[in-house]
Each structure stands twice: as structure tokens, then as C-alpha cells.
């Protein structure tokens, strides 16, 4: 990457940013073990639609939206990471990247401002995150009257209830961006028991179903729109995992066993400062990575795949040391240790795993 781009910390509006935000989501108290708090986390979500307008970071200024960099946006996920928020933010960033990269005037100006405005949830289905090529378990055919979708797709993020389904398809020698609205004609969306508890993913039925073509892609640029996603993924790990450190560390102060606290202890200690270590190389990495895109750096596709998958393995291993250092009380249900390491490990294969990731970041360093 060019000198001078690694970033050690953030501007003063940003950091205002990140703590308005942490404040908000700790408003309702300290993440529970069973999901009877879905209803508070709604109403979490809407203030903070409400107060800080965190849509509108999503779109740029011609389109009524904030314009923000993706330094921004990465501390926005890096908070929602943290509070594990069950909110349709995620999955409506996916198809706002994708069509900001890739689609077509009439689709941007007719999608982005309804985004921006909190008006419009969207999806992107693409195969990244359904576990196998587009074309597997889907059938994409272009007939007189427009595209038309049979088949299904898997572990599509908030697929229930996105007001508009994205779905990125290869068609002969490049892909093609198809939108479909939820409530289209033999369209049925079904909900997906899955590791993450607080993530909802669906299975997306197609038959016969109508679909508008908004956007082409080559395959570098699907490769840029993949490595968006997988740093704004990263950063919501570097969030998750600075959350279980910050548990391991404070319960490490309070239990005491042999008249000491644990955090006494040498095994203890090396424990919680490998988990520091990782923890902050991680965010560098992601924040490095956030720069590159702001920047357009030639070494951006290196950056994002470098900073995926460090953080990726840096969420497993800070998630089941914060077990560790818990003991037995982390294996209840209600403690919220189980809830962090059910989105690090469900979400290893959810934008390529961590393989896939350093694959991809060899390939792209030339090495």
C-alpha cells in the first residue's frame, strides 16, 4: 500500500460518532442470553434511525444522502458489531454497495434516496453468501417479456423482510444485478434456523418470478463489491471482539478464586493481552483497509481480503478465549459469550471464509 495510509486513530467526528452510537445501543442495558429483548432492540434500531439517521451514511450527496467515507462506516458496523443489533442494516448495506458499484442511473436514483430515508430495506443475494455459485440452486433466464427466476437461495441476510431483493447472477461472460420486489408474484420467503441467534437469514423461493435487470458487472468489479462487504463484515468482528475482550477483562478483575482475582494469575493475563494484540491489529488492518477504498489505493483489493481475513480469526480465537476465562457461568444460556461466538463461527463462511480470504489476498499481491 502507498506510505502513509495506516490509520492509528480516528478524527474527533468520528470518534463523537462512535460514542453517540455506543450510547444508544447500551441505552437498554447490558445483551441477554434469550431473545426476549427483540422487542427493545426494535426500538433501539428506531432511535437510531430517528437520532442519528444512520441510513442516509449508506448514499451519496447527489442522492439526498450523507456521502460518507467507508472509514465512517466501518465504525458505524464496528458499534452494531458490539451490541450484536438484530437491525436490517447490514443486509440494506450489501445492495447499497452493490448498487452504487454497478447500477444502472434509473436503478440509483430510484432505490438510494428511498434507502437514505429509512423508506426502503433491501437485500443482496449473491454467491458470497449463499454458500454456492449463483447458478446452483437458482435459474436465471432472460425471456421476451424481461428475466424470469425459478429455484431458491440460501442464507440470504434479513431475505423475510426486505422491502427489495438484489441478487448478482453470471450471465455468458459477465453478471448481471436482477432486482425483485418482495411481495412479486411466486416469490415465498421462508426463515432459517441458523448458528447466529441474533442475524435472521431466509430461504428465497423463485417460481416463475419477474425480475428487472438494473446493472452489469465484470468480474473485477464484482471482486470490488465483494471486498466492500468483506470490510464492512470485518469491521463488525473488530466490534464484536473488542466487546468480548472488554467481558473477559472485567470479569478476569472481579473473580477471585485462592483469595486472588483471576486476572492475577500469569496464564490469565497473557490470555487477555494476546486477545488485546489481536484485537488491534485486526482493527489496523480493517481501518487500512477503509482508507484504500476511501482512496481508491491500487492495493485495495490486497488490503480488504488481508483485513477479512485477519479479523475473521481474530473474532474465533477472542470469542472462545472470553469462554475460557468466563469458565463454567460462559456455558449458560444467558450469558451473552455463547452469542459471540455464535456469530464468529457462523459467520465464517457467510463473505468467504478465511481461506478464501488469503487466497484472495496472494492473487492480488501477485505473490
Known amino acids: 500500500m502507498q ?15 462512535q460514542q453517540q452510537l455506543r450510547t444508544l445501543l447500551e441505552r437498554n442495558g447490558p445483551l441477554g442470553g434469550p431473545r426476549s429483548r427483540v422487542r427493545e ?28 467515507s467507508f472509514l465512517d462506516l466501518c465504525v458505524v458496523f464496528e458499534e452494531l458489531g458490539r451490541r450484536l443489533l438484530p437491525s436490517p442494516y447490514f443486509a440494506t448495506a450489501l445492495a447499497a454497495v452493490a448498487l452504487r458499484e454497478i447500477g444502472d442511473v434509473p436503478a440509483r436514483e430510484l432505490y438510494l434516496p ?30 421476451r417479456d424481461g428475466w424470469l427466476l425459478d429455484g431458491q437461495l440460501s442464507h ?15 450471465v455468458e461472460e459477465h453478471w448481471v444485478l436482477l432486482s425483485v420486489e418482495g411481495s412479486a408474484p411466486g416469490l415465498s420467503r421462508h426463515p432459517m434456523e441458523t448458528l447466529d441467534l441474533m442475524r435472521p437469514q431466509s430461504r428465497i423461493e423463485f417460481s416463475g418470478v419477474q425480475a ?14 465483494h471486498g466492500r462487504i468483506s470490510v464492512l463484515h470485518a469491521a463488525e468482528q473488530v466490534g464484536g471482539a473488542q ?39 485486526a482493527r489496523a488492518a480493517v481501518y ?15 488490503a480488504s481480503s488481508a483485513a477479512a481475513a485477519f479479523a475473521a480469526e481474530t473474532y474465533l480465537k477472542v470469542t472462545s478465549d472470553n469462554i475460557q476465562i468466563h469458565g463454567g457461568i460462559a ?26 480470504h488469503r487466497e484472495s489476498a496472494v492473487r492480488f499481491a501477485d505473490l
Request: aromatic share 6%; charged share 20%.
Open 3 to 17: 506510505k502513509g495510509k495506516l490509520v492509528l486513530a480516528l478524527n474527533r467526528q468520528q470518534q463523537e460518532l
Open 41 to 68: 432492540d426494535s426500538d433501539v434500531w428506531a432511535d437510531l434511525i430517528a437520532e442519528q439517521d444512520l441510513m442516509a451514511m449508506l448514499v451519496p450527496k447527489d442522492l439526498g444522502g450523507w456521502g460518507s
Open 114 to 143: 428511498k434507502i437514505g430515508s429509512g423508506a426502503l430495506t433491501a437485500t443482496l443475494a449473491y454467491p458470497a453468501n449463499t454458500g454456492a455459485s449463483a447458478s446452483a440452486g437458482l435459474s436465471v433466464r432472460q425471456t
Open 156 to 170: 440470504v441476510l434479513d431475505g423475510t423482510t426486505a422491502d427489495v431483493i438484489l441478487l448478482l447472477a453470471p
Open 212 to 225: 428487472d435487470r438494473i446493472g452489469d458487472a465484470t468480474q473485477s468489479a464484482i471482486d470490488a463489491i
Open 243 to 281: 466487546q468480548c475482550l472488554d467481558m473477559a477483562v472485567a470479569y478476569a478483575k472481579e473473580r477471585v478464586q485462592f483469595e486472588r482475582a483471576i486476572g492475577s494469575f500469569q496464564a490469565t493475563k497473557h490470555k487477555c493481552s494476546e486477545m488485546l494484540r489481536l484485537v488491534e491489529t
Open 288 to 302: 487500512a483497509a477503509a482508507v484504500a477504498i476511501d482512496s481508491s489505493d491500487p492495493d485495495v483489493g490486497f
Open 331 to 356: 456455558f449458560q444460556f444467558e450469558h451473552p459469550a455463547h452469542l459471540y461466538f455464535r456469530r464468529a463461527r457462523g459467520g465464517v463462511g457467510l463473505f468467504g471464509g478465511t481461506r478464501q
